[in-house]
């Protein structure tokens, strides 16, 4: 299992995750890249994902969902702001409807995910902005952290094959 930290910061309203792999970076890339890998990871064990579009090229679109233990299915959407290869990538993520059209209840964040190379692997840091206190703590309250570190969590696995 990788190392993940995980830091609230509600003066700057933002959550970030850092974690380490034991991959290169171009590795690590490809499980952002990849719609079949990212579908083993996006999403906490208990809620997996499945990604119906990944258009992963600036100014591309994902749509995907994650079913629950009792089938129920949350859907969300990212759109893809920047691509540097293999180390930065930009998205608004967001939560939508079952026609994928977004759902703004919840307003989208913005997230930053960069890999870094290191002695012997790789750091992932996933930097994401809150519009507002509020949102940020209903986020939280929702499971954001935990889901998240859990889901990072599946990353070393699929690193492994």
């Not at 930097?127 to 070393?156: K, S, V, W």
Request: glycine share 8%.
């Amino acid at each position: 299992m990788p190392t993940i930290t995980s830091e609230k910061n509600v003066d700057e309203l933002t959550l970030t995750f850092t974690s380490h792999f034991d991959a290169p970076v171009d590795r690590v890339w490809q499980v952002w890249e990849d719609p079949r890998q990212l579908e083993r990871w996006w999403g906490p064990p208990t809620y997996p994902a499945t990604f119906e579009r990944h258009d992963f090229v600036e100014g591309g679109k994902s749509l995907y969902y994650m079913t629950g233990p009792e089938g129920d299915k949350m859907w969300g959407w990212w759109m893809v702001t920047l691509v540097d290869a293999p180390h930065r990538l930009e998205l608004d993520d967001g939560f939508a409807n079952a026609d994928g059209t977004p759902d703004n209840a919840i307003a989208p964040t913005h997230t930053t995910v960069t890999l870094e190379a290191t002695e012997g692997g790789t750091r992932m840091t996933s930097h994401t902005q809150f519009e507002t206190t509020e949102q940020l703590q209903q986020m939280i309250e929702m499971g954001m952290e935990e889901g998240m570190t859990l889901a990072i969590g599946q990353i070393d696995a699929i690193l492994a094959e």
